[in-house]
């Protein structure tokens, strides 16, 4: 294998595409993406996460019924116009700060036929260069954001790498884990990708839960991966081919993960978002003890 020399990260990709058929029938006409934890769209976290780590151009991958996502990062002049005229400035900053936080660019991926197809259908835009992969409902709460922690292990080691975190042994069954030589506590040469393994096979307790740093050779690995149950192109089926083909760390990152794409994931985030915010840090205190009375 040899090292080679790429260009800075420049572009991530949004994968956004799927149905979100845990969250119907909420997710009947709205993108689960859109759904706020608290007041904030889980696609705007996400959003913010990928410019506080330096980058502004975003490939969003997207679907029929999913206009919405680029509304929301676009300009609303009715609504600005209106806010301000009735002298709310503050509230009009926000929206219109929304308009000018990335250049989103979207692509249409027209069946929902797995992630991996998902980040294939981002191919001709982002070209022959490196680019992040950053999971639409999957929220990492980091002092450094995630997806940096990352681009900063790619520039030192100038190859592709997955976001880790440990799970206990009985979840390994639910997310794809990585199995490898550990270079150093953190970090991991990948040898093998296992999607879901029962507990008594998985080569680690590592899950990869949905944050990436790819070359663009992931391409011609997803081009060849045969399509799995359902007909779904799986990203680690993919992965696995390019830790064939090309050197594949996998970091261990900073951070809390919330998988806001699950009910009880999306409910731990909101408590926790919403704890921290002081206008309302009190009052959902008191809900809660008047919930925990109520099981008594
Ligand atoms: P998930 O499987 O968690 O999302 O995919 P989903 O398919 O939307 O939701 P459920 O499982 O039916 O409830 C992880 C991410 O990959 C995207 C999803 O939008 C989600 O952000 N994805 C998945 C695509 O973009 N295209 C796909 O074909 C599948």
Redesign the pocket.
């Known amino acids: 294998m040899t090292t080679q020399t790429y260009p800075k990260i420049r572009k991530a990709v949004?994968?956004?595409?799927?149905?979100?058929?845990?969250?119907l029938p909420a997710?009947k006409a709205i993108p689960?993406?859109m759904i706020p934890i608290v007041d904030v769209p889980m696609i705007q976290h996400i959003v913010e996460e990928i410019v506080r780590s330096g980058i502004t151009d975003i490939v969003l991958?997207t679907?029929r019924h999913k206009h919405s996502i680029e509304d929301h990062f676009d300009f609303n002049y009715e609504l600005e116009d209106t806010l301000e005229k009735k002298e709310k400035d503050a509230l009009a900053t926000i929206s219109k700060s929304l308009g000018k936080m990335c250049n989103l660019i979207a692509v249409r991926?027209k069946?929902?036929?797995?992630?991996g197809?998902?980040v294939l259908c981002a191919a001709p835009v982002i070209g022959n260069e490196p680019f992040a992969v950053v999971?639409?409902?999957?929220l990492i709460d980091s002092t450094v954001p995630c997806t940096r922690q990352l681009i900063d292990i790619f520039e030192k080691e100038k190859t592709s790498v997955v976001g880790v975190m440990e799970v206990p042994q009985a979840d390994v069954c639910k997310y794809g884990i990585v199995g490898g030589k550990m270079l150093n506590p953190r970090l991991m040469e990948v040898e093998r990708l296992v999607e879901k393994p029962s507990p008594a096979v998985a080569p680690s307790r590592w899950a990869i839960p949905?944050r990436y740093v790819l070359t663009p050779a992931i391409f011609d690995c997803l081009r060849e991966v045969k399509p799995g149950a359902g007909g779904?192109i799986q990203l680690t089926d993919g992965l696995q081919l390019l830790a064939q083909r090309e050197r594949l760390l996998a970091y261990q990152y900073d951070g809390v993960r919330y998988d806001t794409?699950d009910r009880l994931g999306f409910i731990d985030a909101t408590l926790a978002f919403s704890l921290r915010r002081p206008e309302l840090r009190e009052g959902v205190i008191e809900l809660m003890k008047k919930h925990m009375g109520a099981l008594k």
């Open positions: 949004i994968p956004a595409a799927g149905l979100g058929t845990r969250f997710t689960k993406e991958i679907a991926q069946m929902p036929m797995g992630l197809h998902a999971l639409g409902d999957d949905g779904e794409g």
